[in-house]
């Protein structure tokens, strides 16, 4: 399917194949409506600030979640958007992994950006010192189909252990 919803030629020709097997517990059903589009141009976009200057006014406090282990977007019935996942530091000296990121993974270490990390070719960052604030902020971009994989948006390593 396209990023706004419709479906392309591909779609149909997986639909089309799977129709064709018997007994699959899950048949296609009728194609969905075409979901309405319109072209816009003469947009000029102005940067009006980044993550860290908005979040304050737009996270919901109550929805924060504090936890030892980073919680998956299931866990937190988050189905789809953005989470951030952010730590500070007690030790220094060691890697940040994002090789558990799906789709994509925007780093920053004290509110600088640093590489995202983008599946499958995720990169590592050096977080070196005590006392640093690594932040994720994990995109979910969709799922697999959800019958048949688990498909988790992050997993993180940090000094060998899950983050």
Same mark, same amino acid.
């Given at each position: 399917?396209?990023?706004?919803?419709?479906?392309?030629?591909?779609?149909?020709?997986?639909?089309?194949?799977? &129709? @064709? %097997? =018997?007994?699959?517990?899950?048949?296609?059903?009728?194609?969905?409506?075409? /979901? $309405?589009?319109? *072209?816009?141009?003469?947009?000029?976009?102005?940067?009006?600030?980044?993550?860290?200057?908005?979040?304050?006014?737009?996270?919901?406090?109550?929805?924060?979640?504090?936890?030892?282990?980073?919680?998956?977007?299931?866990?937190?019935?988050?189905?789809?958007?953005?989470?951030?996942?952010?730590?500070?530091?007690?030790?220094?000296?060691?890697?940040?992994?994002? &090789? @558990? %990121? =799906?789709?994509?993974?925007?780093?920053?270490?004290?509110?600088?950006?640093? /590489? $995202?990390?983008? *599946?499958?070719?995720?990169?590592?960052?050096?977080?070196?010192?005590?006392?640093?604030?690594?932040?994720?902020?994990?995109?979910?971009?969709?799922?697999?189909?959800?019958?048949?994989?688990?498909?988790?948006?992050?997993?993180?390593?940090?000094?060998?252990?899950?983050?």
């Amino acid at each position: 399917m396209t990023e706004n919803g419709d479906y392309n030629d591909k779609y149909k020709t997986i639909r089309d194949f799977i &129709s @064709g %097997i =018997r007994g699959w517990s899950h048949p296609p059903q009728a194609l969905p409506t075409r /979901p $309405a589009t319109f *072209a816009q141009s003469g947009i000029t976009l102005k940067k009006i600030g980044n993550w860290f200057d908005f979040e304050a006014q737009t996270i919901n406090a109550s929805r924060c979640v504090q936890n030892p282990v980073a919680k998956t977007f299931e866990e937190l019935n988050q189905a789809m958007g953005f989470v951030k996942y952010s730590i500070v530091l007690n030790i220094g000296g060691s890697v940040l992994d994002g &090789s @558990g %990121i =799906r789709d994509f993974g925007y780093v920053f270490v004290n509110k600088k950006f640093q /590489p $995202a990390f983008r *599946a499958p070719q995720a990169e590592r960052v050096e977080v070196i010192a005590e006392a640093e604030r690594p932040a994720i902020i994990v995109e979910n971009q969709g799922r697999q189909t959800w019958e048949t994989i688990k498909d988790y948006k992050v997993r993180f390593l940090f000094k060998g252990r899950k983050f």
